[in-house]
């Protein structure tokens, strides 16, 4: 072969080469594909507690009689349910304890406080006995020993912060230097007055809660 031919087939082989396109790099393979991984379950909710609203009340004596005590009012089997302790009492002394119309401990005898809490306008007698009785009416309370009487009653058709007509958030709390007979009217015959409270609002129920069971 001439030197000429080489040339002219050399030149041809080039621009054969230059008119071809140019190779794109390998696409890397997809990796192998395992076994689908199930969907991560959502994060459970935060669960925030519905407290209901309670109330609390600090007795302090009236006139010498040394007595007081601290009672909280919590939501509690459709009605109220009241806990604490009465103090200075004479050992084994049985006590008569009200829920009074008003919130006012300011006269020294107490009767600033008004009448047994009575909306819905009903005698005086035994709520333990599921007669007739007043809205206010609570068993009476013997102190021990050490002169305390420890406090624990449901009260139904009583509410806290209701705004109703049985809402005893802003009443008193009386104790009385006698027993409740449950029979005279209006008061019992439970004497005088020696202690007194008024119910306060301790914990509101968050706005966004239902009715309390």
Do not use: W
Not at 49 to 69: F, K, M, N, Y
Not at 129 to 146: K, L, M, R, S
Not at 201 to 211: E, V
């Amino acid at each position: 072969m001439t030197p000429f031919r080489s040339v002219l087939l050399l030149g041809s082989v080039v621009a054969l080469a230059a008119c071809q396109p140019a190779a794109s790099p390998e696409a890397e393979a997809p990796a192998a594909a395992g076994p689908e991984a199930p969907a991560a379950a959502p994060a459970p909710e935060p669960v925030q507690a519905q407290l209901a609203a309670s109330a609390r009340a600090t007795l302090s004596p009236l006139g010498d009689s040394g007595v007081g005590g601290e009672l909280v009012f919590d939501v509690a089997d459709g009605g109220v349910r009241v806990t604490g302790t009465l103090t200075g009492l004479q050992p084994g002394a049985t006590h008569a304890l009200h829920v009074h119309e008003f919130g006012d401990c300011s006269a020294p005898d107490g009767t600033s406080a008004g009448g047994h809490f009575n909306p819905d306008m009903q005698p005086h007698g035994d709520r333990a006995a599921g007669g007739a009785h007043h809205a206010g009416d609570i068993p009476n309370q013997t102190a021990g020993d050490n002169g305390e009487a420890v406090v624990d009653q449901s009260l139904s058709g009583l509410e806290i912060a209701s705004g109703g007509a049985n809402d005893i958030v802003g009443k008193g709390v009386i104790v009385h230097a006698q027993a409740d007979d449950y029979a005279t009217q209006p008061t019992g015959n439970a004497g005088g007055r020696i202690a007194c409270g008024v119910i306060e609002l301790a914990n509101p129920a968050p706005a966004d809660a239902g009715p309390a069971e």
